[in-house]
């Protein structure tokens, strides 16, 4: 973060001090404006008169009353400029990689919001070679989309391998309370394919303070934009774990004695995930930003604040399951979604993509019916029998994370997976799709 | 003017301490340099003013300059709202420059230099009211009436009334006398205060006319009326926003005024992108023709969010009383109550459930009661029907909102987790949603009166089928496919039939999306014939072979043109089937 030293105001007498925040006397000061308190990097939260009380995003640990307090006179802010392209940053955008600091124009991270009528509707398939993804869920450009996953699931390794096979110009990586380990498999992934010269990383590992992490999604996100505006690419953004962000941004709250809403999160949750996602666009001069985030979930519970909270932002959200059957994790059909695979599917995929894709879920949705009945102790229909062979197959074949082929691929194989446990007219399909795939 | 300076700041609320007098909700701005960001009066304790700020207070200081502004939050209202983009505070978004809101910015929400084509309808010596037409102009080819502004008390008298010409917004098409013989000039463009109801009508008489939306399993099923009430709940994932697009694009209403209230900007992009290509099939016009949109997107600060849907009713009350047909959209009304709940919480409120404000219930109820269909004081019909989603917390029914909402309106539409994850769309739920405009006696009247007799015998006997297929099967899953009678198979399949064919039904399909009332009623009684026919099973699998291949050919009718060609295949095989297993042929229902 660039810091520079004038028309400084200095304040040495701290009066209350939290886990989080620190509150002075202090005048002239501008709210969200910077501040160092003893060289901890602040920000200003709260101003009741000449009390102004300060985020210490590092933590409050080792700040004296009399420690000294500095205001920079503006909000955070960061260099963009190409340089940035290979580059890891903590979270005040400093390197960690041993490299030179960067130079180039100074932003305000957290700027303003695009205006609603000069988005351009997303219409770019990503493609990823994942049917659970491509065929089910479909990502376009300009989309916000979680995985949803329990903390033990493979989320990091998925999202490592859509990034790489995604073909965006920038890939940016915002780690926020990213375990060592992750952030060295990241970092080597990044490496092992070539691409580190089109990644930008900012980490906050679970080594250093939680607050701090309440700045990553900015500095990923105007970095995003500085490619996406200025330079007209695709950019794409990898967020993960929201759920640790949140963890902070309740954490401050709690420490400036706000009521808590649902499960101790802030009031305002909605409104400030909401302003890092809608972050994601599709502009008009070709650019795109993309955000592909991490929730992770207790025991599967999306009804908690964060997970809830965000479905409701995102576009659609992908849900990864281990099916016991084949002994493999899959893109669960059920619960994850694209909202925006409709721009694409069937228009720039294959027609009967669409229709498709509802048969195969709907006859995996008979076959979860028999498998209940079967584990109640009833008699299989003959139909029942045949959906759980379906079932098997087409989670084995198209569902597993491991899968990697091409949309055309996946329909063909989905329409042989129909005609070898179904007849025709069990599948409620349009006739002239039957009539022109039907194998 | 009032004027005050900035004591305090927590997020978006403000604290300034006034040196004159201050309104409740008047509207004040804060002086940053060359910014003037507006902000709204919520609370006043002795000299400090709390103000709620529209944007973001970044770099507001103590001392920060105040301007009172005397108003309270008002829209304008004239010819040319239609077809606009607005934020939540009415500022025209296609006029701001650049790709980014920049803070503090506004535009105009009106065309002050295009011309009208004005036609007198009031003449000299008329006596006239508040919302009285004086005369009309053509917007989009709809009827837009210049009315006396709706501020104006008491009676006044019509001194002139220009003649047919081009004027202007702001040019004076009529001069009127008061009581006093003060004389008034009139234009075309008014004010009116957002939070405040346009009464200027007879009286709000009970709905009784269906608002055809050509979704089945609400025209069929659980009727909207024309200035009905009704909410969508429901978790993500479920379709919400499918469905309001559906009701955008289908309903059958003069003006459509969708408020994107907190939610996603791609889905308002959707919106822009796709309505000025879509055709109204009514009308032949352009959809956007008579849409305006008030986008209010979730990363918009959140202050305004909650201005967005007072200023989105307040535009529907404009046009309601020019005897139009309105029908307000509103997604979501949760976001919009938790901006509330942002706010009190930093007001330091004592919170009520779920940490929302204590009368939110009755903010709930006041704002439905400003839709309705009404009698204008000339004799004539205006109605405003409105739909709000409702996002509950964890897709919880319980949660303060949707049950504030419920009690508010009169069409419940639940959508339900379990069949959007079996992919059966629209996911409303036939057993939690209902109408209760069906026991509506003028309601009946009415559909008789449109040769569409027997639709709501026809709904509760639906209703009634789908019912006992639940109940058969749940007793089917617990006691086993061969545990049960075989008529409670045929239960089971008669609600699969019914769900398949009339409930379900494909928004992206270019003909199945939009389904007319004669075909609905077609469509209705055909399955309801299948479902009241006795058929003689040997066996349970026998039931649900024949169903099956039942569903398959009549979703292939769904598929085809109306009566087309292939149409009357598909029903000339469901015509077999039925026979083949009935032993005697079903006689065709009536066109």
């Known amino acids: 973060m660039e810091i520079t030293a004038t028309f400084q105001k200095k304040y040495t007498q701290i009066e209350d001090i939290n886990k989080a925040t620190c509150t002075l006397r202090a005048t002239g000061v501008g709210n969200e404006e910077l501040a160092l308190v003893g060289n901890k990097l602040s920000q200003v939260v709260k101003i009741i008169g000449d009390k102004v009380t300060l985020q210490v995003f590092s933590g409050t640990e080792g700040i004296f009353t009399d420690s000294e307090v500095v205001f920079l006179g503006k909000a955070p802010t960061m260099k963009v400029s190409e340089d940035l392209a290979g580059r890891f940053f903590n979270a005040m955008g400093d390197p960690i990689d041993g490299g030179p600091s960067i130079d180039g124009e100074v932003r305000e991270i957290g700027g303003p919001s695009v205006n609603p009528v000069r988005r351009l509707q ?22 916000k989309i979680p995985f949803f996953a329990d903390p033990d699931q493979p989320y990091n390794e998925v999202m490592a391998n859509v990034a790489m096979r995604a073909k965006a110009d ?107 996602y809608e972050k994601a666009v599709q502009f008009p001069n070709g650019g795109s930003i993309t955000i592909i985030a991490v929730t992770t979930l207790s025991e599967g519970d999306i009804t908690h604040a964060i997970p809830d909270n ?22 669960d059909p059920f619960r994850s979604l694209s909202r925006l695979k409709q721009l694409v599917i069937g228009k720039q995929t294959r027609e009967d993509h669409p229709q498709v894709m509802n048969a195969a879920v709907r006859l995996y949705a008979d076959a979860a019916n028999a498998r209940t009945k079967l584990e109640n102790g009833f008699d299989l229909t003959d139909y029942d029998s045949r959906t759980l062979a ?27 997976l129909f005609s070898r446990h179904f007849q025709k007219e069990e599948l409620g399909l349009k006739q002239e799709l039957i009539d022109k795939y039907w194998k | ?124 010596g008329d006596t006239v009211e508040a919302a009285s037409w004086l005369g009309e102009v053509g917007e989009n080819r709809l009827p837009h009436k210049i009315m006396v502004p709706f501020k104006m008390e008491g009676s006044y008298t019509v001194k002139e009334v220009k003649p047919e010409d081009e004027y202007q917004i702001y040019d004076t098409i009529a001069v009127i006398t008061d009581n006093n013989g003060t004389d008034h000039n009139i234009t075309m463009s008014q004010k009116w205060p957002v939070k405040l109801a346009i009464k200027a009508y007879n009286n709000k008489p009970r709905p009784s006319k269906l608002l055809e939306t050509g979704v089945r399993v609400i025209d069929s099923l659980n009727p909207m009326l024309e200035g009905g009430t009704g909410f969508i709940p429901g978790p993500f994932g479920c379709g919400k926003t499918v469905l309001q697009h559906a009701l955008s694009k289908q309903a059958d209403a003069d003006v459509v005024i969708v408020a994107a209230c907190g939610e996603r900007a791609n889905e308002v992009v959707e919106i822009f992108w796709e309505f000025p290509t879509l055709v109204d099939y009514r009308t032949g016009r352009k959809l956007m023709e008579r849409t305006t949109i008030i986008a209010n997107t979730s990363n918009m600060p959140v202050a305004a969010r909650e201005a967005s849907v007072y200023t989105a009713m307040t535009l529907g009350e404009y046009y309601r009383a020019m005897g139009l047909r309105v029908l307000l959209l509103a997604d979501s009304t949760s976001r919009w109550a938790q901006a509330l709940r942002e706010m009190s919480n930093r007001l330091e409120d004592l919170p009520g459930p779920d940490a929302f404000p204590m009368d939110l219930s009755a903010i709930i109820a006041n704002f439905y009661a400003r839709a309705g269909i009404v009698e204008l004081n000339n004799g004539k019909p205006g109605s405003i029907t409105f739909i709000g989603t409702v996002s509950p917390a964890g897709g919880n029914l319980k949660e303060p909102v949707t049950e504030s909402t419920k009690k508010a309106t009169r069409c419940f539409y639940a959508l339900s987790q379990q069949r959007a994850d079996s992919k059966r769309y629209p996911a409303i739920d036939p057993g939690l949603s209902y109408s209760k405009y069906n026991e509506y006696p003028e309601f009946q009247e009415f559909m008789k009166s449109q040769e569409l007799e027997s639709w709501v015998d026809n709904a509760n006997l639906m209703t009634n089928y789908l019912q006992r297929g639940k109940e058969a099967s749940d007793q089917i899953n617990i006691l086993g496919d061969d545990g049960v009678p075989v008529g409670y198979h045929v239960h089971h399949w008669r609600a699969e039939l019914i769900d398949f064919v009339v409930l379900q039904q494909d928004a992206f399909d270019q003909i199945d999306q939009m389904c007319p009332l004669k075909r609905q009623k ?37 598929y085809s043109e109306y009566l087309s060609e292939d149409f009357r295949k598909y029903e000339g095989e469901v015509d077999i089937l039925v026979s083949e297993f009935q032993g005697s042929t079903l006689t065709q229902a009536s066109v």
């Open chain 2, 522 to 558: 077609y469509m209705v009684e055909k399955v309801l014939d299948i479902c009241s026919a006795e058929f003689d099973f040997n066996h349970f699998e026998k039931v649900g072979e024949l169903f099956k291949k039942l569903i398959n050919a009549m979703k292939q009718m769904n």
């Open chain 1, 390 to 416: 379906f079932a098997k197959e087409y989670s084995n074949e198209l569902l597993a994370i491991d899968v990697n082929v091409v949309v055309e691929t996946m329909l063909n194989k989905a329409w042989e």
């Open chain 1, 170 to 276: 920038k890939i940016i990586l915002g780690g926020m309370g990213l375990t060592n380990d992750d952030y060295l498999y990241f970092k080597s992934v990044f490496q092992n394919q070539g691409a580190l010269d089109r990644i930008i990383s900012f980490v906050n590992t679970t080594q250093n303070p939680p607050v701090e992490r309440l700045l990553i999604p900015d500095m990923a996100l105007t970095a995003a934009e500085y490619f996406a505006v200025d330079k007209n690419e695709s950019v794409l953004v990898l967020l993960t774990d929201m759920t640790l962000f949140a963890d902070a941004l309740s954490i401050v709250s709690n420490r400036m004695d706000q009521i808590p809403s649902k499960d101790s999160m802030p009031g305002s949750l909605y409104s400030d995930l909401a302003r890092i």
């Open chain 1, 310 to 331: 965000t479905g409701y932002i995102t576009e659609g959200q992908l849900f990864l399951r281990k099916d016991s059957e084949i002994g493999k994790v899959i893109v």
């Open chain 2, 1 to 124: 003017m009032t004027t005050g300076k900035v004591t305090g700041i927590i997020a978006n609320l403000v604290m300034v301490e006034v040196n004159g007098p201050v309104a409740q909700n008047e509207i004040c701005y804060l002086v940053l340099g060359e910014l003037k960001l507006m902000a709204e009066v919520i609370k006043i304790v002795g000299s400090t003013t709390y103000v709620q700020v529209f944007d973001s207070t970044r770099g507001v200081q103590t001392g920060t300059n105040v301007e009172f502004s005397g108003d309270l939050l008002e829209v304008e209202l004239g010819p040319g709202i239609l077809s606009k983009n607005y934020d939540g505070l009415q500022n025209d978004l296609n006029k701001l420059d650049g790709i980014f809101l920049q803070r503090g910015v506004s535009s105009s929400p009106l065309d002050a230099d295009k011309k009208w084509n004005f036609k007198p309808i009031a003449k000299s």
């Open chain 1, 122 to 143: 997303p219409n770019k398939l990503i493609a990823t070679g994942i049917a659970g993804i491509d065929l089910n869920n479909t990502l376009v450009a300009g989309q």
